[in-house]
């Protein structure tokens, strides 16, 4: 899934202003000007349209992490997990709302998509892991949609 997919899919799911939005990136280390950001937040088939690189996105997801519980200062900041991949977007959105598995089965299953738990296991393991499977686009937009609903009501 494309990285400008998943920050606009952020954006609508906290309906937060592209100003907001740049601060919560910011939390999570990284400057970024709003004419960018507003650029990376239109359609691909828009005229100013800029991708959204993995870099940016992995500084997104982090600074949605501290937004939503809190950063400790105590604690060093861990580097910064690049590329970015659906698996792993997946990890920090269960990680920044906080999601247990039953959450997550609800989620899915509000999108009419269920999901077996052995299915929603594989997608948190360790990449080269004899059971780990790679979260398709499908699932990941599914996913947002549904954790969209929950959030957004």
């Known amino acids: 899934m494309l990285n400008n997919?998943?920050?606009?899919?952020?954006r609508y799911m906290l309906d937060v202003s592209d100003a907001q939005?740049?601060?919560?990136?910011?939390?999570?280390?990284?400057?970024?000007?709003?004419d960018d950001l507003a650029?990376?937040?239109?359609?691909e088939d828009e005229d100013g349209f800029v991708a959204c690189d993995d870099e940016l996105m992995?500084?997104?997801l982090d600074g949605l992490v501290y937004f939503k519980r809190g950063k400790d200062e105590s604690r060093p900041a861990?580097?910064?997990e690049?590329?970015?991949t659906n698996n792993m977007v997946l990890k920090k959105l269960r990680v920044a709302y906080e999601l247990k598995e039953d959450d997550?089965?609800?989620i899915m299953q509000s999108v009419e998509c269920p999901v077996s738990k052995p299915e929603m296991s594989a997608l948190f393991r360790k990449?080269?892991?004899s059971n780990y499977r790679t979260c398709g686009d499908q699932f990941l937009r599914n996913f947002l949609k549904g954790l969209t609903l929950r959030v957004r009501g």
Request: charged share 20%.
């Open 5 to 10: 997919d998943v920050l606009r899919s952020l």
């Open 21 to 34: 939005l740049s601060e919560i990136i910011k939390i999570g280390g990284k400057q970024v000007a709003l």
């Open 39 to 43: 650029a990376m937040l239109k359609k």
């Open 58 to 60: 992995a500084y997104a």
């Open 78 to 80: 861990h580097p910064l």
């Open 82 to 84: 690049l590329p970015v």
């Open 104 to 106: 997550m089965h609800e």
């Open 127 to 129: 990449f080269g892991h």
